[in-house]
T-cell receptor, first 113, second 113 residues
Framework: QKEVEQNSGPLSVPEGAIASLNCTYS??????FFWYRQYSGKSPELIMFIYSNGDKEDGRFTAQLNKASQYVSLLIRDSQPSDSATYLC?????????????FGTGTLLAVQP | NAGVTQTPKFQVLKTGQSMTLQCAQD?????MYWYRQDPGMGLRLIYYSASEGTTDKGEVPNGYNVSRLNKREFSLRLESAAPSQTSVYFCASTHKVSNYGYTFGSGTRLTVV
């Protein structure tokens, strides 16, 4: 079982719709959770992080964390074609004094104009 | 611009050749990382340095060596390149505290023929 799992997609949504991206993780002791956006041919860029159960909102983005279910999601409201990218979920594993992230393989989001 | 600088951006090597990928950050980050990204495999950790003077193996260290030259610089060396090392390599850095995400460099696209 992979430590961080994501559906590879592509997830296709119409412009203006809500895109819902999901991620599950296997290490129950994981403490911090991150969402990165990666455009084709570019490097990942951090868009959200969350470490408490519940929702965290930042503009059109909402991260949701449920530690009991080992599940983290990213909602993108009013999706735009410029949101088309691969979204990477990353988890900070317990047990290290260092910030070592394990990444999922990413979900490709395609927003249709 | 402040951030993580990687050189070179592109490189073609012949099997058996050696090379060093350079990475430098100017954000006073403690921790630095080398990842490789392959289609369908996501980002996989090669080596990391939690702080100046320390280095540790990640998930896929075979065939690589690293040097944390000082707090700013972290290099990755391929002693005898193999076609399996064809990949995109990303350097990243962060503060040591677990709630901070990484800042990534722009990547090095390496092809070994």
């Amino acid at each position: 079982q992979k430590e961080v799992e994501q559906n590879s997609g592509p997830l296709s949504v119409p412009e203006g719709a809500i895109a819902s991206l999901n991620c599950t993780y296997s290490d129950r002791g994981s403490q911090s959770f991150f969402w990165y956006r990666q455009y084709s041919g570019k490097s990942p860029e951090l868009i959200m992080f969350i470490y408490s159960n519940g929702d965290k909102e930042d503009g059109r983005f909402t991260a949701q964390l449920n530690k009991a279910s080992q599940y983290v999601s990213l909602l993108i409201r009013d999706s735009q074609p410029s949101d088309s990218a691969t979204y990477l979920c990353a988890v900070n594993l317990l047990g290290g004094a260092t910030n070592k992230l394990i990444f999922g393989t990413g979900t490709l989001l395609a927003v249709q104009p | 611009n402040a951030g993580v600088t990687q050189t070179p951006k592109f490189q073609v090597l012949k099997t058996g050749q050696s090379m060093t990928l350079q990475c430098a950050q100017d954000m006073n980050h403690n921790s630095m990382y080398w990842y490789r990204q392959d289609p369908g495999m996501g980002l996989r950790l090669i080596y990391y340095s939690a702080s100046e003077g320390t280095t540790d193996k990640g998930e896929v260290p075979n065939g690589y060596n690293v040097s944390r030259l000082n707090k700013r610089e972290f290099s990755l060396r391929l002693e005898s390149a193999a076609p399996s090392q064809t990949s995109v390599y990303f350097c990243a850095s962060t503060h040591k505290v677990s709630n901070y995400g990484y800042t990534f460099g722009s990547g090095t696209r390496l092809t070994v023929v």
